[in-house]
């Protein structure tokens, strides 16, 4: 059974950083796209950034790119989204994912075959 599993949330000031960790287990996503996700209150899940399996193309959403890294370590079998300059808007419920294949679109616009629960992120202004 796949889990993924998401770390690293908290509470931070505007301006501050927060570093998320995606533990995944169950199966190796070494050759697999994963991204992040997140959903605000009231709003939809939307795409923030994601990554292919050998970590030569990765994609981020208009509203975080320059501001947020995503990265993995295929040894580790894990994911992360390192997240500099936070805003109050950037606050929401932070989702891993991760697909059976390797295309960044796939994982983009169809949003990932496995998920985790999700991990808390509050920016406060």
């Known amino acids: 059974q796949v889990h993924l599993v998401e770390s690293g949330g908290g509470l931070v000031q505007a301006g501050g950083s927060l570093r998320l960790s995606c533990a995944a287990s169950g199966r190796t996503f070494s050759s697999a796209a994963m991204g992040w996700f997140r959903q605000a209150p009231g709003k939809e899940r939307d795409i923030v950034a994601a990554i292919n399996g050998r970590s030569t193309i990765t994609y981020y959403s208009d509203s975080v790119k320059g501001r947020f890294t995503i990265s993995r370590d295929n040894a580790k079998n894990a994911v992360y989204l390192q997240m500099n300059s936070l805003k109050a808007e950037d606050t929401a419920i932070y989702y891993c994912?991760?697909?059976?294949?390797?295309?960044?679109?796939?994982?983009?616009?169809?949003?990932?075959?496995?998920w985790g629960r999700g991990t808390q992120v509050t920016v406060s202004s």
């Open positions: 994912a991760a697909d059976s294949g390797d295309d960044l679109h796939t994982i983009v616009v169809a949003a990932g075959e496995y």
